[in-house]
């Protein structure tokens, strides 16, 4: 299985009520753009090449700006949504308040947490196998898929 590195760190914030405690963050493997990602979709037995998945996805992705744009969610389903959220400041009332109080449009997402979804947290959770980064930095690059001493742990389902 693969792994899932994290780095530890000390919360380090006074005003914090967990300063001094430990924590940890999710360490990324890097970003794969859409050529890598269509690259490996084919990879995956699909009947189309590289070429012609890219062409799907980038379509997929003219589309999901523009439908965005025009106000709607995006389900995907077994995946999640995506919706636009805005950031304003404030103002005295309904009557003052206009478009340009909008400091930010974004795009975020809500992963899908029905029961027919991979993505749900208690799946992910059940299915990531977590190591410390230091046993990757430790035990150089061929150590990587084995453990070093109980650094690795796997979430059960909480």
């Given at each position: 299985?693969?792994?899932?590195?994290?780095?530890?760190?000390?919360?380090?914030?006074k005003?914090?009520?967990?300063y001094?405690?430990?924590?940890?963050?999710?360490?990324?493997?890097?970003?794969?753009?859409?050529?890598?990602?269509?690259?490996?979709?084919?990879?995956?037995?699909?009947?189309?090449?590289?070429?012609?998945?890219?062409?799907?996805v980038?379509?997929?992705?003219?589309?999901f700006?523009?439908?965005?744009?025009?106000?709607?969610?995006?389900k995907?389903?077994?995946?999640?949504?995506?919706?636009?959220?805005?950031?304003?400041?404030?103002?005295?009332?309904?009557?003052?308040?206009?478009?340009?109080?909008?400091?930010?449009?974004?795009v975020?997402?809500?992963a899908?947490?029905?029961?027919k979804?991979?993505?749900?947290?208690?799946?992910?959770?059940?299915?990531?196998?977590?190591?410390?980064?230091?046993?990757?930095?430790?035990?150089?690059?061929?150590g990587?898929?084995?453990?070093?001493?109980?650094?690795?742990?796997?979430?059960?389902?909480?």
């Amino acid at each position: 299985m693969a792994k899932i590195y994290y780095r530890t760190y000390k919360n380090l914030n006074k005003k914090s009520n967990a300063y001094g405690k430990t924590y940890a963050r999710l360490i990324s493997q890097g970003t794969l753009v859409t050529d890598d990602i269509c690259r490996h979709i084919q990879k995956h037995g699909t009947i189309y090449t590289s070429d012609v998945v890219k062409g799907v996805v980038e379509k997929f992705i003219n589309c999901f700006e523009e439908l965005l744009l025009e106000g709607y969610k995006l389900k995907l389903d077994g995946l999640g949504t995506f919706y636009l959220a805005g950031r304003c400041e404030g103002a005295e009332d309904e009557k003052t308040f206009d478009a340009s109080k909008f400091k930010s449009v974004m795009v975020r997402f809500l992963a899908d947490q029905s029961k027919k979804s991979e993505y749900t947290t208690r799946l992910m959770t059940s299915k990531a196998s977590l190591a410390n980064i230091k046993t990757l930095t430790e035990a150089g690059e061929e150590g990587a898929g084995s453990s070093t001493g109980g650094d690795d742990t796997t979430i059960e389902n909480p």
